[in-house]
């Protein structure tokens, strides 16, 4: 199921997110940083809206978090989204998806954007997006760093 997540889901977001097996350290970090801000703020004053899916006892299969872009109307960005590895390939990542598009759809956005790495780690990221109706639009080399482009995608809601 779905939901919005809430303080207890954290420890398990920031395994999920170490756990993924793509995320440099500054990447969790920056995660576990959002995730106080969600916490300490809320998501309609710091922009991010955390989702989870939960399977049996309450365990956290995977997150998504987005929010809107600054200084563009009805434009989203689709910040984060990660698959517990023990759960992948059973359409968490694609129901997670789905239900962020949902959701912001329901608050306006008619653009969702997803930003991911240009390096063949993210190959299997890259296909999902265009798997899910997302066309790449953009790429900027070396953006990352040497060698590491930004690929952005993005779906027309």
């Known amino acids: 199921m779905i939901v919005t997540a809430t303080?207890?889901?954290?420890?398990?977001i920031q395994e999920i997110a170490?756990?993924?097996?793509?995320?440099?350290?500054?990447?969790?970090?920056?995660?576990?940083?959002?995730?106080?801000?969600?916490?300490s703020t809320g998501p309609e004053e710091c922009g991010y809206h955390f989702i989870v899916e939960r399977g049996d006892a309450e365990k956290v299969l995977g997150f998504a978090c987005y929010g809107p872009r600054d200084l563009a109307d009805g434009v989203y960005d689709l910040y984060w989204i990660a698959v517990n590895p023990d759960t992948r390939r059973g359409g968490v990542g694609r129901r997670l998806l789905t239900a962020s598009e949902e959701a912001v759809h329901s608050m306006g956005a008619r653009i969702l954007i997803a930003e991911t790495s240009g390096t063949p780690l993210y190959e299997p990221t890259r296909k999902f997006y265009l798997g899910m109706g997302y066309a790449a639009e953009a790429t900027i080399k070396?953006?990352?760093?040497?060698?590491?482009?930004?690929?952005?995608?993005?779906?027309?809601?």
């Open 18 to 39: 170490a756990r993924a097996g793509v995320f440099n350290q500054e990447e969790i970090d920056c995660v576990r940083e959002i995730w106080e801000d969600y916490l």
């Open 142 to 157: 070396d953006f990352y760093s040497e060698g590491d482009d930004l690929v952005i995608f993005t779906k027309h809601l």
């Open 7 to 12: 303080q207890s889901d954290g420890a398990q």
